[in-house]
């Protein structure tokens, strides 16, 4: 059971343009989303998160939207440079059900920029 | 501030022997997670551990241990190892229970690789 779902295993595009990487969840209990970034053979970076009672949060060239009714998580990095060509990990966690502070990932989405 | 490390980064075992993987926490941190990375899955939830005691626990074989010390770092044992253990193993700290979002810092990895 795929609880977090990231349905683009890859996305290319133009430096300079904006990259948008989207995330789905099933679990309602969800309250606590993040995105990492992730390079081969090594640990995911955090990058930016968002709690639930938030619909928006960014930093930087980072922002991350959240749409509850929808289950539905996007994180848009703008603009996208060569150095943001890594793997997109998703990850959520139901931080006020004390036990379940675990983080459940999605499968990432392969970023590439095109420079 | 020093991040999350990670020992050793490469460990290389036979089939049926015995793993110990160490981490160190962000100072200042007390919750201690560990997931797996096997080739081709996802980050996959093991184990969970804060103020020293064990919080929740994966799906996985009870050949996967560990504990956390008074200082807070940890310790991943895996017993019995088999071939389908060879995986990249992370772990990540948080502020702990206490923290109102919770958001996990991971270490660098240790690539096990069973022969």
Same mark, same amino acid.
């Given at each position: 059971?795929?609880?977090?779902?990231?349905? +683009?295993?890859?996305?290319?595009?133009?430096?300079?343009?904006?990259?948008?990487?989207?995330?789905?969840?099933?679990?309602?209990?969800?309250?606590? =989303?993040?995105?990492?970034?992730?390079?081969?053979?090594?640990? !995911?970076? %955090? @990058? *930016?998160?968002?709690?639930? *009672?938030?619909?928006?949060?960014?930093?930087?060239? =980072?922002?991350? %939207?959240?749409?509850? +009714? /929808?289950?539905? @998580?996007?994180?848009?990095?703008? !603009?996208?440079? !060569?150095?943001? +060509? /890594?793997?997109? =990990?998703?990850? /959520?966690? /139901?931080?006020?059900?004390?036990?379940?502070?675990?983080?459940? =990932?999605?499968?990432?989405?392969?970023?590439?920029?095109?420079? | 501030?020093?991040?999350?490390?990670?020992?050793?980064?490469?460990?290389?075992?036979?089939?049926?022997?015995?793993?110990?993987?160490?981490?160190?926490?962000?100072?200042?941190?007390?919750?201690? &997670?560990? &997931?797996?990375?096997?080739? $081709?899955? $996802?980050?996959?939830?093991? #184990?969970? &551990?804060?103020?020293?005691?064990?919080?929740?626990? $994966?799906?996985?074989?009870?050949?996967?241990?560990?504990?956390?010390?008074?200082?807070?770092?940890?310790?991943?044992?895996?017993?019995? #190892?088999? #071939?389908?253990?060879?995986?990249?193993?992370?772990?990540?700290?948080?502020?702990?229970?206490?923290?109102?979002?919770?958001?996990?810092?991971?270490?660098? $990895?240790?690539?096990?690789?069973?022969?």
């Amino acid at each position: 059971d795929q609880q977090v779902k990231q349905n +683009s295993p890859s996305l290319s595009v133009q430096e300079g343009r904006i990259s948008i990487l989207n995330c789905d969840y099933t679990n309602s209990m969800f309250d606590y =989303f993040l995105w990492y970034k992730k390079y081969p053979a090594e640990g !995911p970076t %955090f @990058l *930016i998160s968002i709690s639930s *009672i938030k619909d928006k949060n960014e930093d930087g060239r =980072f922002t991350v %939207f959240l749409n509850k +009714s /929808a289950k539905h @998580l996007s994180l848009h990095i703008v !603009p996208s440079q !060569p150095g943001d +060509s /890594a793997v997109y =990990f998703c990850a /959520a966690s /139901a931080h006020w059900d004390f036990g379940n502070e675990k983080l459940t =990932f999605g499968t990432g989405t392969r970023l590439t920029i095109i420079p | 501030e020093a991040g999350v490390t990670q020992s050793p980064t490469h460990l290389i075992k036979t089939r049926g022997q015995q793993a110990t993987l160490r981490c160190s926490p962000i100072s200042g941190h007390t919750s201690v &997670y560990w &997931y797996q990375q096997a080739l $081709g899955l $996802g980050l996959q939830f093991l #184990l969970w &551990y804060d103020e020293g005691e064990e919080r929740n626990r $994966g799906n996985f074989p009870p050949r996967f241990s560990g504990r956390q010390f008074p200082n807070y770092s940890s310790e991943l044992n895996v017993n019995a #190892l088999e #071939l389908e253990d060879s995986a990249l193993y992370l772990c990540a700290s948080s502020l702990g229970t206490g923290d109102l979002e919770g958001t996990q810092y991971f270490g660098p $990895g240790t690539r096990l690789t069973v022969l």
